[in-house]
């Protein structure tokens, strides 16, 4: 079988067997098995289901991470093809069958020709949906028990023609947060109002005031960012007056400056309303993802390695921000790296939304990806 065949087979049975994160225990056993299959060293179970192959050429001491997500998420597929999900209620609606079938595709390729003088790691990551996978790898060692100099990854993205790249130096996507705000009060008979305090009137205007934390706290020009109330729940009904509001909501920004100025800007705004109103509250403000940003010099790296594989028409290194997010946002704090965007499809064929039940990885792109990581690591270890 050609190589194309290869990672398209291997793509296909890791998409019609979909596991959840730190659940991906069938995918990790076969991406650990064929990577001994091409002779090279492998470490199971690092941050609990991921895994580490290591592959050596020549005497230097230069080396690079290649870093592929395997989760699926928790979506029921609505495909009909062969190859979709036999387990109910889980799919690969994000494409981390494609990212994973990539990456071995490139394995396969450099344990093959070995012209490269270095070390490839080569990191299958678990839990990456829900910002877990890559803090449970980095806990487990990943940047200590192996010396890794600069960190690479790939996702797949639908709307940008097939096989083109994208990316840019510094912030290419945003971080994400969330919040819970409690209401606490006494509530009351609705007809009587006035012999109790009305959380619902409180929540209101936090969620108005809330409107203005991005346009009067926050920089215009630098410090862009987005804030989402999602919920808003009582514990009131058609003639009670509640004692509790629980008000959840997202947000996004592009810097940790902005991020900690959100997270304060947010209870202050909580704690005037709650006082004015004589009222009291509880406040939770988690980071799930930090902003993904790229090192401009291996950005560079990566857009070389893109061009050489695509073109230089069908490469843009200076793209817009997302404000999607990524937990490889956790290893490029640890070090330097870059992370590329390759065009999944537009319209019916690749073009079908992320997260999406009808969604599915383009296999006319798995070659893109094993070439550019071929392509990448030969170019930075390069004989």
């Not at 290194?317 to 070090?335: K, N, Q, V, Y």
Request: aromatic share 8%; hydrophobic share 40%.
């Amino acid at each position: 079988m050609t190589i194309k065949q290869l990672v398209t087979e291997w793509r296909h049975h890791i998409h019609k067997h979909p596991e959840f994160g730190f659940e991906e225990v069938m995918t990790s056993e076969m991406v650990a098995n064929k990577l001994e299959e091409f002779g090279i060293e492998v470490h199971r179970n690092i941050g609990k289901t991921g895994v580490v192959g290591i592959l050596k050429c020549g005497d230097s001491d230069r080396s690079i991470g290649l870093r592929a997500d395997m989760d699926a998420l928790h979506i029921h597929e609505k495909n009909t093809f062969d190859h979709c999900s036999v387990h109910e209620g889980v799919m690969h609606a994000c494409g981390h069958d494609g990212h994973t079938a990539m990456l071995l595709g490139a394995a396969h390729e450099l344990a093959r020709t070995k012209d490269f003088d270095g070390t490839v790691y080569f990191i299958f990551q678990p839990g990456e949906e829900h910002g877990v996978g890559a803090k449970a790898m980095i806990a487990d060692g990943l940047f200590t028990r192996w010396k890794i100099d600069e960190v690479y990854a790939m996702h797949n993205l639908p709307g940008i023609p097939a096989g083109h790249f994208a990316t840019r130096p510094h912030s290419l996507m945003a971080s994400e947060s969330s919040f819970e705000i409690e209401v606490i009060a006494t509530g009351g008979h609705a007809a009587m109002p006035h012999m109790g305090t009305d959380p619902i009137v409180v929540g209101a205007q936090i969620v108005t005031a809330m409107q203005t934390i991005v346009s009067r706290n926050l920089s215009a020009i630098d410090e862009t960012a987005v804030i989402s109330v999602t919920e808003f729940k009582t514990n009131g009904t058609v003639n009670v007056i509640p004692s509790r509001v629980t008000i959840k909501g997202d947000t996004r920004s592009f810097t940790d400056q902005a991020l900690h100025k959100i997270e304060k800007a947010i209870e202050r705004v909580v704690a005037g309303q709650c006082m004015s109103a004589g009222v009291e509250y509880t406040y939770k403000f988690n980071n799930s993802f930090l902003s993904t940003i790229n090192s401009a010099t291996e950005t560079e790296h990566a857009v070389k390695a893109a061009i050489k594989v695509a073109g230089e028409d069908k490469v843009n290194g200076s793209c817009a921000p997302f404000t999607i997010s990524e937990d490889f946002s956790f290893m490029l704090r640890e070090r330097p790296g870059c992370y590329i965007l390759v065009g999944n499809g537009v319209g019916e064929c690749g073009g079908t939304a992320l997260h999406n039940p009808f969604y599915d990885f383009n296999d006319e792109i798995l070659m893109s990806g094993v070439q550019f990581w071929q392509t990448l690591v030969e170019d930075r270890l390069n004989k």
